[in-house]
């Protein structure tokens, strides 16, 4: 893995590297850490990496890892740089042959990831985009129980994805993470809508298996000066004729990462919390509720495979962001390795371009004072 | 005490007696049970009430108690029965000198609330909403935060009402209190949103202190052959600025009465959730999170007043529910006694105003795509 | 009804007339409200009685009340006074032909307890003793899954009751609550051991329908210069073999009412807690964690009966205590009409003793630096 | 880092593995995985060692890395065997130089354990024990609180660690973990008592910084034709006078790994619960109910630093037990580079010692039907 962005003082790219060593079939061996080359020596020395890996450009790792001979240069490149700089360094790996590990959202506009779907067609190179709730085991026993139809019809959605840390102007007071999320020359578009609508949206259609048609948003700017949303409350309507609400915020008040979602069927429902994880609840037409629990009884194979230690033991945001990292890599060894075995899943490139049109059809839709706009009419 | 409605097969005819039963300071004296007065008397011989005071028609038993000696009349009606039987026997009981209760939503049109409200005026006679939710000592406590400006201006709403029972179509099997839910001759033009969508909207506007301005309602009709909705998903605006959303539902297949909201500001927030009613979730921009309960430490007096029992000792659905009796009989008797007290709150006809208002803009928008509507534009 | 102690200043008379009357079968015609006659005509003039139907004594009101024309007279009497005060009214009551609803613990003695019963067994009167939580719908799911053998033989049992009202020294400013719990005379030779302690015993044995063989108690006194306890923990063993743990406790800061307990079998177990009476989780060898609801789905019938509104409407402590006054008044009006049916359960002058015993056994181990004692071998 | 045990199927070599890597601080250079030499190398190949550093025995191991380089030899031997092997690898160990991270409980007799802590004190090497719960963030904020006396005196303690997968005999079956544990050959006098309760026994004093000083214990042995304990209930007694319980089980059906513990001060308590270990729940004589999460507001220093990433993205099981591991390597980096920095805690010698006293403490009690015995009593 060679990691483009994430210097020592970022926090995704630490959780990037926890995610992608828990499994120990992944290692860091270079990186582009920063636009300041020496930052980026800096960064790699306290990573133990080998000052003639760390690069002072992205352009600069690619074409020089290319040059090494094979087993010893990188396998794949991973983007955890603000979305303005998942695009160029996305399209220059897959050009040059290399596999892309990318944050989301990824690509500011819905050209920019149809280009990407069309060089991953294209070269037959692998593709992962980290939405890493996907990751965790009871969001596949979510998905396994709507895929086996134990809910019959989905007919309605709940989500949420509360944030509180930017209820006050913290981009005044310098704090990095803010600063580039409420600025539109490098979130794109969407502010809070790109940052956690989109894991929100993902959610949805990653659990139900079935995709959002139409929404009607209504952003909201409470931060002051703020020129991208920090707020949303949408509308959905979905494929199958099911609807239902996404809210998002950055500023509600107190809320530390609070991703919920529930979905009701016509014989039962199911919800699901990110800060409470481990923990998949269930309610009935005609039973009790049923709780199910990593590693507990009654789970389907998907499950059980995203889970590392017995039940009871938790497993948390670490552990589903290494399961996105741990099945790609377990895509890519097959493939290396020209193995035939069934992959499991994690998002890909297609699910990037969903996010991204997603945020298209919001603002759309916002500006438009909250009218309907279809996902596949953005483009 | 006289009721309409409510015989003995009735559920909320039973919720109204033990409610307005508990705190000791009503008395149910006589009834209009039924439009049958065989089954009318038989509800009062169940009731332990002489049978000269069992009455076969609303009618019969406002203009007969308005004949017998004060003290031994009764003092006041409660209306339980559907919606298109509230309008009738609230105005000749006013009319006729008769404080009222009534159920929710107040009237079947916004036209017949406006009559009612100019009567209650003219007459200065007492009216109650039965919304019973602002009973709950954490309800109130948390309204007299925001009073308070304990959150700071308030941003984001978000509440739902969820229930599962209508989510196969037992109105076909004869239940009820289905079949007069699903039928607009007795419901109105809101299903869901009338039964169930009127208590969410009551709880925002009590809870925050702010009206709701205006809303773009997606409702659903997912029972088979339903003319009325038994879903909705709706955004708000609130007068101050503030965004949301509510989701209600009686498809939402599992749920039992999933009232639940939360509410954000500047400086904190806080949730509350009718199923587990004694606690009141509060979080904050610089301090952990604090959980309020029944009798605890640091409650305002209108929380302390609205509990019945020790902290610890759970109070329920109809503790809650009682104390919008109780308070309302304080009120009524401070009247008859002509004492000049700080009467504690009650929902009263502007409140069944706003109601009917929100149920008339929520259809209108849903017949227009979930256009935007203001409650006050509806008439 | 009519009641002995309770005046208008007493919480626990309170609860009493509330509990009695929710489910509209039981009238309070008489009371015996204090010790002082002018406070007791004081507190039934509060309670809309008649002025010669308050009574300054229970010997006055007993014999009076024998005097006066059946149907009229009270059927049976409430005694809610200070535990000193539960023998003397109740051995009176029964000589004189009138039922008991008596508050726990029963009695002082043991040797009063054996009394009691006899004269129970002799006059054939009913006698009921408010333990109220058995009145709980989950606490009766509970009984019943283990009496059904749903969770096999049992081997392991963890109760607490937790409270934390006496952690300072309340009794020395006054407090009327705390004044007579923590006085040898009043109380008995068990402080919080009998006033919460015996809950906690009597629902272990309702619950799993296994009696308590012997006990190991470490007691403590932590209020500066209490002779009573207000804090215990014991090693319990069951008749059948199963073993476990019991703490309660009233310095227990900042706890409430945390009454709660877990029960394990060969092949599942479960848990409820009084503070969420509302839910009843069980966890199993070989299912996903299952949680009942009151009125909800897959109940036993003694589960369903115990509940007076639909599933999602919550239930609460004083629901439960009336379900216990509700079973004594069904079997009442069955024995007092000569009707045949199947009564449902109610605490009995049996459990009374059990509770009695288990004191006496508690303060003995405890004597004894807690050496084991046998509950049957007090006497 | 060296590990002795853990070879590729053991599940606690790969808990160590991940929690030793996940702060990347840790590099696994060395392994005697197993007694027999070919699954040794099998399980070092898996995990990328080369085969000359995959010994067949754990004294091959200590004396021929002892010949390397410093630089390139393991700095530390990390002891993840059973119970029965933790003492001869860690005595040559320290013999030969190398600083030892050991699985609890540490040895099988006190005597053992009093010569590690000889050697220890003697070499001045480094000892860490994996009590794992201490690493856990709120576990951290938990002693903070009572360190600086927040709670007051320290009056009661419940704790409880319950485990259902020894309900059933599957050591019959020929599940690996159970056998050894049920095997006092290899688990020592202690069943469930070493492998869990050692666990509760540490937290205890970790969180309270108060020793326990007597026992009275009643164990069970549920499990047909078991030797050791698999069920145990505790009465406790601390040095300062609390009391207190212990609760453990692995035959309580359907629990996972319910490890819970509640502390009373004469101010305020405070509640964890290693199933859902974001949390730390404080309640209070005079305040409402607060609750503290990871990275969350007021917090102490030494919470914080146990935190990764930020509030309301859970950390679990992994996460705690690297924190052990972090701490003994931050401590053994100021060490090897000669720094004076002030060390984070972590279990050590002195903890391991507690434990074993604990396990004989409790099967001496035990043999005297629940006599006390006093832990520093039993040498």
New interface residues.
Partial sequence: MGMIGGGIDS?IG??H??AA????MIELVCGAFSSSEEKSKRSGKA??LPENRCYGTFEEMILKEKELPEGERMDFIAIVTPNHMHFAPAKLGLENGFHVVCDKPMTLTIEEGIELESLVKKTGLLFALTHNYPGSPMVKQARAMIANNE??KI??V?V?YL???L??SIEKTGQKQASWRVDPTKSGVGGALGDIGTHAENLVEYITGIQIQEI?A?L?R?GEGRVLDD?G?I???LENGA???M?F?Q????????LAI?V??????LAWC??????LI????????????PN???LYKEALEAS????????????AFATIYKNFAIHLNAKLTNQDIEVPDYPKVSDGIRGVKFIHAAVESDKN??A?VKLNSTI
Avoid: C, M
């Fill in positions: 926090f630490d959780v590297r926890k060593g828990i499994d120990g990573l133990f809910l019959g007919r309605k709940q949420q944030q509180g840390w209820a006050t009607a209504d909201g409470f707020d409350n509308l959905l309507r609807k239902g609400t809210s915020s500023i509600a008040t107190g809320e530390e990462n609070n529930k009701y069927g016509e014989r039962g429902s990110q800060e409470n994880p481990n923990q269930t309610k009935w037409l005609d039973k009790p509720i049923i709780t199910y629990t507990g009884n009654n590392r230690i017995p039940a009871g033991h938790p497993e948390g945001y670490l552990e004072n909250a309907w």
